[in-house]
T-cell receptor, first 113, second 111 residues
Framework: GENVEQHPSTLSVQEGDSAVIKCTYSDSASNYFPWYKQELGKRPQLIIDIRSNVGEKKDQRIAVTLNKTAKHFSLHITETQPEDSAVYFC????????????FGTGTRLQVTL | DGGITQSPKYLFRKEGQNVTLSCEQNLNHDAMYWYRQDPGQGLRLIYYSQIVNDFQKGDIAEGYSVSREKKESFPLTVTSAQKNPTAFYLC??????????FGPGTRLTVL
């Protein structure tokens, strides 16, 4: 089955700096890669996703890149703000009716003033 | 994800007791999922259902059971066979375009 590894497990940046979180996956059939943000005690929220037919996707201050050859994808957050502090999870799946997500173990991002 | 409700928010279970967690959705999504989250860890798939009256085991199904009698509902039963059930349980639905959305979760504690 699919295996997703996520690094780093914790990340501390100063407000205004950029943050990068990286994930690798094992199953070359995976073609859908979402990122979730989870605040303490809350549900994970989908913040951005990318499909295997594109290499990069951007939404305001967040962007995701995908390298299918190397089987890795990354989340980039620019101009970080204190409200970006949370745990971020990457995931991978194959599209279709049998789709199920395999999650990474999470990155705790702390944005300091 | 505002269309997914889970109840109760907090649940306490005694040793040897079965408990059922509720998940209801009004998003008209066919696929529904149950995940378990332990402190400081990622989400692990317990069971999933692609359509009414059909469901499959996920990675950690032992000690759990589900039913899918209605499109809107996917209850999870934590049986006494689950030896370490204390965790945060999250229900999710999946859109036809693959995005998954989560309910607010149920926090289960074994007394």
């Amino acid at each position: 089955g699919e295996n997703v590894e996520q690094h780093p497990s914790t990340l501390s940046v100063q407000e205004g700096d950029s943050a990068v979180i990286k994930c690798t996956y094992s199953d070359s059939a995976s073609n859908y890669f979402p990122w979730y943000k989870q605040e303490l005690g809350k549900r994970p929220q989908l913040i951005i996703d990318i499909r295997s037919n594109v290499g990069e996707k951007k939404d305001q201050r967040i962007a995701v890149t995908l390298n299918k050859t190397a089987k890795h994808f990354s989340l980039h957050i620019t101009e970080t703000q204190p409200e970006d502090s949370a745990v971020y999870f990457c995931a991978a799946s194959t599209a279709g009716t049998a789709s199920k997500l395999t999650f990474g173990t999470g990155t705790r991002l702390q944005v300091t003033l | 994800d505002g269309g997914i409700t889970q109840s109760p928010k907090y649940l306490f279970r005694k040793e040897g007791q079965n408990v059922t967690l509720s998940c209801e959705q009004n998003l008209n999504h066919d696929a529904m999922y149950w995940y378990r989250q332990d402190p400081g860890q990622g989400l692990r798939l317990i069971y999933y259902s692609q359509i009414v009256n059909d469901f499959q085991k996920g990675d950690i199904a032992e000690g759990y059971s589900v039913s899918r009698e209605k499109k809107e509902s996917f209850p999870l039963t934590v049986t006494s066979a689950q030896k370490n059930p204390t965790a945060f349980y999250l229900c999710a639905t999946r859109r036809a375009t693959n995005e998954q959305f989560f309910g607010p979760g149920t926090r289960l504690t074994v007394l």
